[in-house]
């Protein structure tokens, strides 16, 4: 967080310094709700979820966001109860249910490997199965949670970005005030000062890309895609990163292949792209009937 502050600062003085709101307490509020949704406790949890499961594991449940995201935007109406009556509703719905059922599927269901577990054998796990199974289910609790949080973000940003529609700036706030937030729940966690040293090179290299890429860059072009396409919507692209975490996980780190990993990653990903095609034929309705008003309009004048 305090590396994508200190990148942030320079790009958002040089492209955003004449258009920048006037900072308000109120601002700053939303700021520091958006550092608590988006990155402190978000990452707080899917960190954790991630430590006692797999990347693939927590990518394919970031294929719920999708879902809770909805659900939330029907909640606080920002989605239209009516519009799922349409036929483009009901494939949003559908595509919604299937995504949360492969998801859970992937949860808990893990299956036999079909993996070379020779070739894997180091990282297959050396406990028992109980406790494996234990950890496997409170790693994907976390995970839900970390999404949960992120979902709320999604929505939380659309109507920050229109308040404070400069990107950059408002990624570095949000940055600032996430890594005091961070800095708290360390303390909370581990106060001994020898696990607050860094000497590891590969480990230093990941937190410099974590906050260039990770939560600088990203973070600015999602709330870019929010504020154009909307919180649902940005949220359905999100469990793409399901494809190159999964061959990631099993090419690079050797982790061991599930065939409840790969039926339920295919489940979330169909689910994916009906809802984008329910999307899609919604985009295309809104547009039909603007073209028709417009159409009456003109004729009547």
């Not at 577990?117 to 406790?131: C, Q, T, Y």
């Not at 000497?199 to 890429?213: E, H, K, L, Q």
């Not at 065939?259 to 999307?279: A, C, Q, R």
């Not at 899609?280 to 008003?293: M, P, V, W």
Request: net charge positive; proline share 3%.
């Amino acid at each position: 967080m305090a590396i994508s502050s200190f990148i942030l600062v320079p790009i958002a003085y040089f492209l955003e310094r004449k258009i920048i709101p006037k900072i308000t307490f109120r601002l700053m509020v939303d700021h520091f709700i958006s550092g608590l949704l988006g990155a402190s406790l978000m990452q707080f949890f899917y960190l954790l979820g991630l430590s006692y499961t797999s990347a693939t594991v927590a990518c394919a449940l970031v294929s719920l966001m999708p879902a809770i995201t909805f659900a939330f935007a029907l909640i606080l109406r920002t989605e239209k109860i009516k519009d799922l009556k349409t036929q483009a509703g009901m494939i949003k719905v559908m595509g919604t249910l299937i995504c949360i059922s492969g998801a859970l599927f992937l949860t808990f269901y893990k299956g036999p490997h079909i993996s070379n577990s020779h070739s894997h054998l180091e990282a297959l796990p050396h406990n028992n199965s109980d406790h494996n199974t234990k950890n496997w289910l409170l790693g994907c609790l976390y995970l839900v949670i970390g999404i949960v949080l992120l979902s709320l973000w999604i929505l939380f940003q659309g109507t920050l970005s229109i308040k404070y529609p400069c990107k950059f700036s408002s990624t570095c706030l949000m940055s600032i005030f996430a890594a005091f937030q961070c800095a708290l729940l360390s303390l909370y966690k581990s106060r001994d000062l020898k696990h607050w040293i860094i000497d590891d090179g590969f480990v230093i290299g990941v937190i410099i890309y974590a906050g260039v890429i990770g939560q600088a860059m990203s973070t600015v072009a999602a709330t870019w895609g929010i504020n154009r396409l909307g919180a649902v919507f940005a949220s359905a692209i999100m469990p793409v990163s399901l494809i190159s975490a999964t061959l990631f996980d099993f090419l690079i780190l050797h982790t061991p292949l599930y065939l409840g990993s790969v039926i339920g990653s295919v489940g979330t990903i169909i689910g994916l792209y009906v809802f984008l095609w329910g999307k899609n034929k919604e985009t295309e309705a809104d547009i039909t009937t603007l073209s028709s008003r417009m159409n009456n309009e003109d004729q009547r004048v």
